[in-house]
């Protein structure tokens, strides 16, 4: 999630040819309003926006692939999120939904990134 937006963030300062996420956030604001209510979301530091980085990535020249992968299980980020932004970008983005698996994906994201 977190390290979904920071991966982005380069991504888009720095060329690359691959990307995975796992279970991105569309933004910051977007999981927060999900977590907490709405005076607190107001004191956010960072604005870290995974579908507006998607957009700057997806003006290259040469796109990068992307691959996300969400559990639908997710209780800490949902996984429409994840398919929000794949389907926002499908050119760019292979989507891979991981039935009953939570936000503890990395396990079993491993085998399908190989």
Partial sequence: SLDAAAALELATRYPTQHIV?????????D???HMVVWPITTLLR??????????????C???????????D?????????GR???QSFPAMITY?????????????AAPLLM
Avoid at 47 to 56: E, I, K, S, V, Y
Avoid at 96 to 108: F, K, Q
Wanted: proline fraction near 8%; glycine fraction near 4%.
């Fill in 96 to 108: 891979h939904e991981l039935p009953g698996v939570t936000h503890n994906i990395l396990e079993r």
């Fill in 84 to 86: 929000a932004l794949a």
């Fill in 46 to 59: 960072e604005r870290f926006d995974n579908l507006q980085a998607l957009t700057t990535l997806a003006q």
């Fill in 73 to 81: 299980a997710d209780k800490i980020v949902p996984v429409a999120m």
């Fill in 21 to 29: 996420l796992l279970a991105p956030f569309t933004s910051m604001y």
């Fill in 61 to 71: 020249p040469v796109l990068p692939s992307v691959a996300i992968v969400h559990g």
């Fill in 31 to 33: 999981i927060a309003s």
